[in-house]
């Protein structure tokens, strides 16, 4: 038997998921991207005046990127063509690419829709570019990755790249609203229910619909409570690739609230992580990293802590082990803060990268030998011990180099004790006790 293609004889009359069919029929249907398809956004500044780019959707699953592709097709009378780079190889894009020739030469264009076209590799990548210069295909690529990391410069060069919005509670909202009227009944919820769906869903508008779909099959006696949303549903787990860029952005918000001291949400950034499944162990080697290069001599048992924290979960190990990490994260959000040994340090590395072999000054050298000590090593040399102030303020840099004040503590926590003596030691060194 033949199979049926193009649509079966009772397609039309087979059960739809409830969004698809609230798909939106008109960009300004699409909810949470006003700020590209409204009338001042870029991409509907183009829609009105008919002349497509092409371009990258960048977005999290869920807020529209294949709808609004539909959509500019259907705007602008182009054939829409879609692949998904999943299920996609060279042979599909041959034939893509010869049956838009073939459509621009009766005078169609064709936009190529291309999902998760970050799945492509690089040489198929590279492979688009002649059909996107020469105006065969109009490129609309959609991804959930950064496409800075995962698309080629060549093709990004061709491109223009939008990024789409998780879509917010207002926009989710929305969508509830129109599977209410889709529907004709209200969703049996209660409202503190109804929060916890928006928030389960997690910007995603097709899983808010999904879920909205399984409550309404539920068809509770009377409105459902958190307790019995959660009993009724599935919760999917949260979006979080501890291999790309979802990773490095929660650690850096993680860092960036410890640095300016808001351990509240330094403490909620490490609860996202955990809660998606990140590796304690490496929650505990970048903070560690942050007690050196953050916190540093402002509070010298930074460092003891955040080791003592990495050592507490490798003997614990999980779940107990993470309090010792979330207690770490307290401690480095509310310690005193400087950066100045590490500033010190590259600065250190700058010159010493710049003045190349200099040697240290004979005085501070040993000499164990007769030839050396002919040679003038040791000679001169000053037992810090021996002066009356444990300091000599003898020269240790190299001979015809000037002195540089690499390390400039603040005036905050321990630092500030260090700056009294490092004074103290300048003005010894300034009046000459040697």
């Given at each position: 038997m033949t199979p049926v293609t193009g649509?079966?004889?009772?397609?039309?009359?087979?059960?739809?998921p409830l969004a698809d069919r609230l798909r939106p029929a008109t960009l300004d249907a699409v909810v949470g991207q006003g700020h590209l398809l409204g009338p001042e956004g870029p991409i509907g500044r183009m829609v009105r005046a008919r002349r497509l780019a092409s371009m990258i959707l960048w977005g999290p699953p869920g807020c529209g990127k294949t709808t609004i592709a539909r959509l500019l097709a259907?705007?602008?009378?182009?054939?829409?063509?879609?692949?998904?780079?999943v299920f996609s190889g060279v042979a599909d894009l041959r034939r893509v690419f010869e049956e838009a020739r073939?459509?621009?030469a009766s005078g169609t264009g064709t936009l190529l829709f291309v999902d998760e076209i970050h799945r492509f590799n690089r040489a198929q990548q590279d492979g688009f570019l002649p059909f996107v210069e020469e105006g065969t295909v109009t490129l609309v690529g959609a991804t959930t990755e950064n496409p800075s990391f995962e698309l080629n410069a060549a093709l990004l060069s061709r491109c223009q790249v939008f990024v789409l919005n998780r879509l917010d509670d207002a926009a989710l909202e929305g969508l509830l609203t129109r599977a209410e009227t889709a529907t004709g009944r209200p969703l049996p919820l209660d409202p503190d229910a109804r929060a916890a769906l928006k928030a389960m869903a997690d910007g995603d508008g097709r899983y808010a619909l999904t879920l909205a779909e399984e409550v309404f099959a539920l068809d509770p006696p009377a409105p459902l409570d958190?307790?019995?949303?959660?009993?009724?549903?599935?919760r999917r787990a949260p979006i979080y690739d501890k291999a790309q860029e979802g990773h490095y952005n929660l650690m850096s918000a993680l860092h960036k609230s410890l640095r300016g001291s808001d351990t509240d949400a330094a403490l909620y950034w490490l609860a996202r992580m955990f809660a998606g499944g990140e590796d304690p162990r490496y929650v505990a080697r970048r903070l560690t990293r942050f007690a050196v290069e953050d916190v540093?001599?402002?509070?010298?048992?930074?460092?003891?802590?955040?080791?003592?924290?990495?050592?507490?979960?490798?003997?614990?190990?999980?779940?107990?082990?993470?309090?010792a990490i979330a207690q770490l994260v307290i401690y480095l959000g509310t310690a005193p803060k400087s950066n100045a040994g590490y500033v010190a340090y590259k600065s250190?590395?700058?010159?010493?990268?710049?003045?190349?072999?200099?040697?240290?000054?004979?005085?501070?050298?040993?000499?164990?030998t007769r030839l050396m000590k002919d040679l003038g090593y040791g000679k001169d040399y000053a037992y810090d011990h021996d002066t009356p102030e444990g300091f000599s303020g003898q020269n240790y840099f190299p001979d015809g180099m000037s002195r540089v004040e690499f390390y400039a503590p603040v005036?905050?926590?321990?630092?500030?004790?260090?700056?009294?003596?490092?004074?103290?030691?300048?003005?010894?060194r300034n009046r000459g006790v040697v």
């Open positions: 649509g079966g004889l009772f397609e039309a009359s087979a059960p739809r259907r705007h602008t009378d182009l054939h829409f063509a879609p692949l998904s780079a073939g459509r621009r958190t307790a019995g949303l959660a009993a009724g549903i599935q540093g001599l402002a509070d010298p048992q930074a460092l003891p802590q955040a080791i003592a924290a990495w050592e507490a979960y490798e003997r614990l190990g999980s779940p107990e082990g993470e309090l250190a590395m700058d010159m010493a990268r710049r003045t190349g072999s200099l040697m240290p000054p004979k005085h501070i050298l040993n000499a164990p005036e905050r926590g321990f630092e500030r004790e260090i700056r009294k003596r490092l004074d103290y030691w300048s003005r010894l």
